[in-house]
């Protein structure tokens, strides 16, 4: 019994720890929560078991007596008095449509379409046909990669707006070269020159660097450069400018 507990105690914390990866967006997605179509049993188990963690939304699945619970774009899958959690997605066979990576989609979309521009670093395509909001590490090969082909990208008409991402972690050295960079007096230029290894001179000031590192997290960004279209679909990795042209024009 000891043993089962523990292991209960331990699904729990772990629980709690995915779910805090998704509170920073989950806070800012909150007033869409679901207002109806679900029990209040679930809504009272759901708070006995992480309290002070409001989901962004409920709502009830194809599967009889499952409710999906979203955090953001963290979704789980509960029985109506969360005694039992499913882990993983919802595929519609017959459509060949995971569904539930479209809602995760969608949240991610309208996460970043929320975002303040200013404070991201943008290069505009002048014959815009999308915008990709990439997260990006000073220091990674392919973030250098895709900097120097920038041309390429606004070009084909896709603007990128960068968002920073130092993998290294908050007060890293890759960290302090982000805070340069936006803190600089033109960073745009300043990226540049920090992507092609020039110094940039340590600057301090009020920048967003550590919120968009924990935005990226919430969002699940596990490496660089992590780039998402505007529908919040993701695309991991560097992706040459002609093949994310035709993937934005193909997803149109």
Same mark, same amino acid.
């Given at each position: ?95 060949? +449509?995971?569904? *539930? &990576? ?39 090969? $392919? ?5 120097? &082909? ?8 896709? *603007?990128?707006?960068?968002?920073? $991402? ?14 340069? +960079? ?26 967003? +660097?550590?919120?968009? $590192? ?6 699940? +960004? ?31």
């Amino acid at each position: 019994m000891t043993s089962i507990k523990k292991n209960i105690k331990k699904i729990t914390l772990g629980l709690t720890t995915i779910i805090g990866l998704a509170v920073f967006s989950a806070n800012i997605l909150a007033q869409d929560a679901a207002k109806s179509a679900v029990s209040q049993e679930l809504t009272a188990a759901l708070d006995n078991l992480m309290p002070g963690t409001k989901p962004t939304s409920i709502e009830s699945t194809p599967l009889p007596g499952i409710y999906e619970v979203s955090y953001g774009s963290t979704i789980f899958y509960f029985n109506k008095d969360a005694s039992i959690m499913l882990r993983g997605d919802i595929i519609d066979v017959k459509n060949r +449509v995971n569904l *539930t &990576e479209q809602k995760r989609g969608a949240a991610r979309g309208k996460l970043l379409n929320s975002m303040d521009e200013s404070k991201m670093i943008i290069y505009q395509a002048k014959n815009e046909i999308a915008k990709v909001t990439v997260f990006s590490d000073i220091d990674c090969p $392919y973030c250098v990669k895709l900097h120097r &082909e920038m041309k390429d990208y606004n070009n084909e008409g896709i *603007t990128i707006r960068y968002m920073a $991402y130092p993998r290294a972690g908050l007060g890293s050295r890759s960290y302090q070269k982000a805070v340069n +960079v936006w803190c600089a007096d033109n960073p745009a230029q300043a990226m540049t020159d920090a992507k092609e290894g020039k110094p940039l001179p340590n600057k301090t000031c009020d920048n967003p +660097v550590a919120d968009q $590192y924990q935005l990226g997290q919430a969002l699940g +960004v596990q490496g660089t450069p992590a780039m998402f279209l505007e529908d919040g679909t993701s695309l991991p990795g560097y992706i040459p400018a002609k093949r994310l042209a035709n993937a934005i024009k193909s997803a149109k």
